[in-house]
């Protein structure tokens, strides 16, 4: 049985650290998101020949997704655990990026950037959470904190993009970024997320904890 003080205190190894930086990998997508849609705004009104009010609710509907995912994650995290969501949420990511570099309407785009934000939505939720869980208490706080420096890094990435992605074309852009959004956060979030970190993690950091039998923990 683990005594308070073991509880509170391990070690950072290298294996921890990894599964903290991947998912703190929804926080960049999240920043990256959020800003890399500025640069797309002219090539989707020329592409989709949008009025302000539809460029408008185009550019916001992955928030509104963001906003219905933050709020519905963290019951199914629960019930099934935060890897099962965690290798979801990284399907996610691939389908949706892939649907708006390749949509065929403004409809699919639209309803694709929604189904994004509720990936980016649930992962900025799932996301600390899952590195709490698997933290040493004295290092817990550097480490989800990790997740929102993420952020403000996709946001530096998203911005600092734009210039090389610049198209040649209505759309170009929109589907080089959307494409490195998909490789780098959703390939990334379910690699990882199928190897189960989470457990790996907390037993090198702080031995097997009180009372629970392993591979039958769901918080894992």
């Known amino acids: 049985m683990m005594t ?3 509880s509170a205190t391990g070690p950072l190894n290298a294996y921890l650290l990894r599964s903290a930086l991947v998912a703190a990998l929804g926080g960049l997508l999240f920043g990256f998101d959020t800003a890399v849609i500025a640069g797309t705004t002219q090539a ?3 592409a989709f020949q949008l009025t302000p ?3 408008g609710f185009t550019v916001s509907s992955a928030l509104w997704g963001t906003v219905l995912g933050s709020i519905f994650a963290a019951a199914p995290s629960d019930k099934h655990g935060r890897v099962a969501c965690l290798r979801a949420l990284g399907v996610l990511y691939v389908v949706t ?3 708006c570099a390749f949509a065929w309407n403004w409809y699919a785009l639209v309803s694709f950037r929604a189904l994004g934000g509720l990936a980016i939505g649930g992962s900025s939720v799932i996301g600390p959470m899952y590195i709490a869980e698997i933290s040493p208490a004295d290092k817990r ?3 989800v904190g990790m997740f929102q420096f993420s ?3 996709g946001i530096t990435c998203g911005l600092s993009f734009q210039l090389p992605c610049r198209p040649a074309e209505p759309g170009g852009n929109r589907m080089a970024m959307e494409a490195w959004s998909c490789g780098g956060a959703g390939g ?3 690699s ?3 190897r189960h970190p989470a457990k790996s993690a907390m037993v090198g950091a702080n031995g097997p904890r009180s009372g629970s039998t392993p591979g039958t923990d769901r918080d894992w």
Request: charged share 15%; hydrophobic share 60%.
């Open 44 to 46: 989707l009104t020329a």
């Open 97 to 99: 990026a892939l649907g």
């Open 151 to 153: 952020v403000v890094l």
């Open 141 to 143: 706080g550097r480490l």
């Open 188 to 190: 990334g979030l379910l």
């Open 192 to 194: 990882r997320a199928l």
């Open 53 to 55: 009010a539809l460029l």
């Open 4 to 6: 308070g003080k073991d």
